[in-house]
């Protein structure tokens, strides 16, 4: 064939090979072949998977027998040479790895193929096993030097079981100074390697979600263990590689633009892909281990035997509860210390810094955003929920504000109007979620925020905003502008602003009005009869107001008037029939002859004030003749109101007309711990119009029991030992309703109500009112054209002003206790998580056309009018 490629010639061997049995005589036809093959580019550009599936249906011998030569070689070189020196190697090498690359899926498309070629011995190649052999050579020369890595120091013994700094690819982690840091001559193999080992755990592309919680992946259980040889320098590698990544083009403006396909960005790519891969891997139990080998699995009984003979022990025990832990995800847990935290805080601060510096360029499109932007999140967020020396660490610095939390905002607000990024949106919502339970992080959002990014959020005037500012309105504009499809997690996004409520010192304006408009939309009877968590997310609500009036008083002026205007709202609540009224059946008497409980449009205090009552005696201090008597005369005069008219929308559209039926609870004999309605953890498939690319929806069916997955515990409780924190009244009242007819009870909302704290903000109403009132005959008596009984206009600013003089500390009937919530995973969040992340890597296969996306079943493949672009659209049973 030559030693120039000629892609005739390479497709006429394809020819043969469908034709001719294969036999030891055709070795140095095979030995050419694999030189032929040593360029990614001509081989992915030539030969298409379509070529050696034929191959397979005409001589599925043939294809046994190619992949048996590839791999025989490729172990032979591997485990015979410390050190690859020849060019002839490094070549056939290549070759190799290329060619398994391109066959790899075929093998999963078939599972009795994949066991005939790579678990079943090989007769013509001395009974070898495949997968062993393959497994054993990837793990090899992932280090080799002269082939992976650089020669290493004469006479020096490798570290296969333990870290080497001579080894690890790159410093950061555990390793200060790297020999290979500064090579890249390494890039383009370490590539191939992490392809292959990509494609070789790609298993869960062919099977159902369902399935995929099942099914044992024995590649995955061989790479995960801590008996594989560089487990530990691989996983420092990998770490390393992604916080060393270099997004600001060595400061040069376009650079990123110019080289934005170049090898450190594909090596980066890969190497955050095959990291989440490998920690989201869950071994078996120990018990399902035993229960399997025993059971004569074919696949774990050979990897079984092959680590015994590595380490010669008398019995398997200690082997089998190896195989049992996944070593990654075990070093991602165990990482601590400065001198690892430092470099690993430093390069996620880079990266997420290139999210933020995308935005406020001054040069147009000189810095573009990098590519890997959600894998980057998703690493970041298994590395805060799985490590919690990372979580208290990177979340009580200083400029985490400023470097990371602003670059995971910016990234929610470009995708919550993005139908193609709605996996995105929920990642960067539970990263948030996650984030907001660290006391430190809440008291460092009252830092100034000055950063001029241009993001989906109400101008705040006078510019003199915070980091809690800016979480309170990303929330806000989230509920208001954001896709319906979050209803099933609103309790989720809600709990943000509960969590840092505590430790906001003061809220500006637009953001009180903000929080006013959550309240509105969540307190409409239609939404808090639908299910138990509608009724949380507004307990949320009213913890954060609690929060805010009770621990920060002194400076929340503007939530003091926001709540005085909408007084009507919160009186509802407190009405001594607002359990009557909810709960009333239509056509019912109560119904005929109470007024609806909804809340319509809530008037100002101006109009509204006629329905007030008098909270606690003792803590008002003028009387309530007088307060009727004055009623009418004051007005709040807002200058800037940062919520239009047209902006109080209702929650849901239904929600336009009146029902004629109230919302029936379907019957589920599953418990959750949300009590009313468990939702579905089946994934079911969208619609057409909602399925756009790879990333739009995967396994959102999946998220509807995101809602019961937080936990509640006192502030300051290690986050090993959360628990949930719950009134035992209103923790016996959170019973499902078995009975499908049955309408939530009034005493369940009679014991709910007693969670929403609503004294403490009729109590500040009150003073607030006072306050005003004393304001107002202050004016009057300063300007003599006004007459006692004239309705006198006050400005909001002048009235915050003259508020700052006064404290509700005493005048509260209670102080709430502090709690928060956070993240908690189950297997429906764990499959949607998978989903999404195979996702990715598909969309990043699919440029050299990997896999043959028919064959999934993880997820469909749909590809979004008007553009080119294809992917996974949507996680569904199959």
Known sequence: ?????????????????????????????????????????????????????????????????????????????????????????????????????????????????????????????????????????????????GFSIQDVPAGLDLQYYAIDEHMVWKQGITVIEAPNHHNQNYNQVRILLLRLLIVVLSQPLY??????????????????????????????????????????????????????????????????????????????????????????????????????????????????????????????????????????????????????????????????????????????????????????????????????????????????????????????????????????????????????????????????????????????????????????????????????????????????????????????????LEKEDNCKSLTSLFEAINYLVAYHDETNQYLQIQLMKYQTLFDQFDAPDFEAKITAKPNSPVTQQAAPVEVQQVQPVAFAQEERKEVNASTISTEASEQQKLIQEVVIDKKDTSIKEDEKVPLHAEDESPKKQPPQVKEDSDNDDDGWQKQDDQVQAPTKEEEATAHHDSGFKALQSIGGEVMKQERGTPQSQFEEQKNPDVAEAQQEIQDPNQWPSQEWFKKWKETLYVPNIKACISHTYNKAMAYRNQLIEEDGTYTSNQIVNIDEDQLATYLQRFSLKGLLPSMPKILVTTYRGNDSIDTWLIAFLWGLVFVVSQEYSIYDHRRFRLFSINTYQGSNQAGAAAVQSQ
Request: net charge neutral; hydrophobic share 40%.
């Open 1 to 145: 064939m030559g030693n120039s490629f000629s892609a005739k010639d390479y497709k006429d061997q394809l020819t043969k090979f469908q034709s001719e049995f294969l036999s030891h005589e055709d070795s140095q036809t095979l030995s050419q072949f694999l030189i032929q093959s040593e360029d990614f580019y001509n081989v992915f550009t030539t030969v298409m998977l379509d070529d050696f599936r034929r191959i397979k249906q005409d001589k599925a011998d043939n294809l046994a027998y190619l992949l048996s030569y590839i791999i025989k070689t490729m172990h032979d070189i591997a485990v015979n040479y410390k050190v690859i020196t020849e060019e002839t190697h490094k070549k056939t090498l290549k070759g190799c790895l290329n060619l398994l690359i391109r066959i790899f899926p075929l093998l999963y498309e078939d599972k009795e193929l994949l066991m005939r070629c790579m678990w079943r011995e090989q007769a013509f190649f001395q009974n070898q096993i495949n997968a062993i052999k393959m497994m054993e050579s990837i793990s090899l020369l992932l280090f080799k030097p």
């Open 207 to 528: 099977y159902s979600p369902d399935e995929y919680l099942l099914v044992l992946n024995p590649f995955s259980t061989y790479f995960t263990s801590r008996r594989a040889k560089n487990t530990k320098n691989l996983f420092v590698s990998l770490v390393n590689t992604i916080i060393a990544y270099d997004t600001q083009g060595y400061g040069i403006p376009y650079l990123s633009a110019i080289d934005s396909t170049g090898e450190p960005e594909n090596l980066t790519t890969l190497s955050l892909h095959l990291m989440l891969i490998l920690i989201e891997y869950k071994p078996p139990s120990f018990e399902n281990l035993t229960y399997l080998i025993r059971g004569g699995h074919t696949s774990l009984n050979k990897v079984k035997e092959y680590f015994l003979r590595l380490s010669s022990e008398p019995n398997d025990q200690a082997l089998l509860e190896d195989l049992t832990l996944n070593e990654h995800f075990r070093l991602m847990r165990v990482i601590h210390g400065r001198v690892n935290l430092d470099p690993l805080y430093a390069g996620f601060s880079r990266l997420f810094s290139n999210i933020i510096n995308s935005q406020i360029t001054w040069m147009p499109n000189s810095v573009i955003m990098m590519p890997f932007n959600q894998e980057v999140c998703i690493l970041l967020w298994r590395f805060i929920t799985i490590n919690q020396h990372v979580f208290e660490d990177f979340t009580a610095r200083e400029d985490f504000n400023s470097k990371i939390l602003l670059g995971v905002l910016i990234l929610l607000d470009q995708s919550k109007k993005n139908p193609t990024k709605s996996n995105l949106m929920y990642l960067t919502i539970f990263m948030l979620l996650t984030i907001s339970s660290s006391r430190e992080l809440a008291m460092n959002l009252n830092a100034v925020y000055n950063m001029q990014v241009k993001l989906d959020i109400p101008e705040i005037a006078g510019g003199n905003a915070t980091y809690a500012d800016l979480m309170f309105l990303s929330v806000y504009k989230l509920i208001h502008n954001g896709p319906r499809l979050l209803k099933p997690i609103y309790k989720s996004i809600i709990a943000i602003l509960s969590n840092i409520a505590p430790y906001t010192k003061k809220l500006c304006r637009e953001a009180c009005d903000g929080l006013m408009y959550l309240v509105q939309i969540f307190s409409k009877k239609e939404f808090l």
